[in-house]
């Protein structure tokens, strides 16, 4: 007879989908509580929501999955419905879809130096690689890097009589950078509201229209532009960059933090720099230590997307203004952005 476990209820409300996601409610984080009395079993679940419908699927569907467990008897499932967590102004998040536009996701992390930029760079590329009509806005408004990942540095958008911007196009990815509109040496000395308004107009005044994913680089932490974007913009979800070690995996898990206090799911979590490959013998080298990405995925309960190798040929793609999605389709880091983006499409 198999025996009522915590883990046999989890590995089955696992079957559970989130309504109108791919993924489970466990890895979103829905599952408060477990209590198992001989038989009898009672699930807690807590969701933030203003649709009725939701907590009604829920509690179906876990219920569906539950009865199949043998030997349970009597099955509770309890669900907490909260209201939608409310902006820092104190006001409930009025975010809504960016026009011509099906998917919105932001590529976060805690801390600078983990190359977030390369990744958003390459996510897009490799996204459009397979089929998916693809943008990427730099919502890095002091730090911005994407038009020189792109070639576009002294290339200028151009605006339509309605101000409408049209984005500059590499590769068949429509992108916007602040770092197309200043010079090479020209910082963005900007304040908190002017940043807030660049990074609303680069989300609502660039036609943006036809495309399948739009992916946001957002800057390093959790300031006025993150807020902004999370507040302003309905998101699909995010993903979180980090490195293997324990000093980029704290910041990582505030990045995580915030997402999840403003009701965003985290789609997953991409390792880059995991590791390297010596050229010379083929060893693999840990440099900044290993499974810190897979781990607080765990934590989070979230997938691990991938791990990308730290590769010479990727900084020198970037640098030369051409994805090595593109330019080095084989490489082993290509290889892994496009397993990611495969995986990162079939959860859309």
């Known amino acids: 007879m198999t025996r009522l476990t915590e883990d046999l209820v989890q590995d089955q409300l696992r079957k559970v989908k989130f309504p109108g996601y791919s993924r489970d409610i466990i890895s979103f984080g829905l599952l408060k509580e477990i209590k198992i009395d001989a038989s009898d079993l009672l699930v807690r679940l807590s969701v933030a929501t203003n649709n009725p419908s939701v907590p009604e699927a829920l509690k179906r569907d876990s219920e569906a999955v539950l009865r199949s467990i043998p030997g349970v008897k009597s099955i509770k499932v309890v669900i907490d419905i909260t209201n939608p967590p409310e902006t820092s102004a104190g006001l409930q998040s009025a975010a809504t879809t960016i026009s011509g536009v099906k998917h919105v996701i932001a590529v976060a992390s805690g801390k600078g130096g983990v190359g977030k930029s390369t990744v958003s760079a390459n996510l897009a590329s490799a996204m459009q690689q397979l089929g998916t009509s693809t943008g990427l806005c730099d919502c890095d408004i002091y730090g911005p890097s994407i038009s020189l990942m792109f070639g576009a540095m002294h290339e200028r958008p ?3 009589s309605d101000n409408v911007i049209i984005p500059i196009e590499r590769y068949g990815i429509k992108f916007i950078s602040m770092g197309s509109l200043l010079d090479d040496a020209t910082p963005a000395i900007l304040r908190g509201p002017m940043v807030t308004r660049a990074t609303q107009q680069f989300l609502r005044q660039v036609d943006w229209s036809g495309l399948d994913c739009l992916i946001l680089d957002l800057p390093p932490g959790t300031g006025d532009i993150q807020l902004t974007v999370v507040q302003t913009v309905a998101l699909s979800g995010a993903i979180i960059v980090t490195t293997p070690q324990e000093v980029a995996l704290i910041d990582a898990r505030k990045a995580g933090s915030m997402f999840e206090k403003v009701n965003v ?14 050229p010379s013998d083929s060893k693999r080298y840990d440099i900044f230590g290993s499974g810190g990405g897979a781990r607080e995925a765990a934590r989070l309960r979230v997938p691990l997307l991938g791990e990308v190798p730290i590769d010479i040929k990727l900084r020198e793609s970037g640098d030369k203004g051409c994805p090595i999605v593109f330019d080095e389709p084989n490489n082993p880091a290509s290889k892994a952005f496009l397993k990611i983006a495969d995986q990162l499409r079939k959860n859309l």
Request: charged letters at 5%; a negative charge.
């Open 265 to 278: 799911p985290v789609l997953g979590i991409i390792e880059n720099m995991s590791y390297f490959i010596s």
């Open 158 to 160: 151009m605006a339509t």
